[in-house]
């Protein structure tokens, strides 16, 4: 059964930091590309950050470039973003996806930036 679980989302205070866990099982891991995405209340899914199989690329949204960074753990079947200088307006659900052959969601962890 393919499951992807995160972890790690919470309540910050505007500037700091939180660093989100996807761990995945169910399927060949390295052999898929990972991303983050986000959803918050009345907006469009947005794709934040995204890591090549088995992992040589990444890319970034622009409203995220320099603050956040994804990185994968091909042994641990574990992909993360540390989330840096965080913003009120980073407030949303985040999910990790894994696409390749399939693609896979995980249920998402909510992460709130507010003083």
């Known amino acids: 059964q393919v499951q992807l679980v995160e972890s790690g989302g919470g309540l910050v205070q505007p500037g700091g930091s939180l660093r989100l866990s996807c761990v995945a099982s169910?399927?060949?891991?390295?052999?898929?590309?990972m991303s983050w995405y986000r959803q918050a209340p009345g907006k469009e899914r947005e794709r934040v950050a995204g890591?090549?199989?088995?992992?040589?690329?990444?890319m970034y949204a622009d409203s995220v470039k320099g603050r956040f960074t994804i990185s994968r753990d091909n042994a641990k079947n574990t992909v993360y973003l540390q989330m840096n200088s965080l913003k009120p307006e980073d407030t949303a659900v985040y999910h990790c996806?894994?696409?390749?052959?399939?693609?896979?969601w995980g249920q998402g962890t909510q992460v709130t930036v507010s003083s």
């Open positions: 890591i090549s199989s088995p992992g040589g690329s990444t």
């Open positions: 996806n894994a696409r390749g052959h399939d693609d896979y």
């Open positions: 169910g399927f060949t891991f390295s052999w898929y590309a």
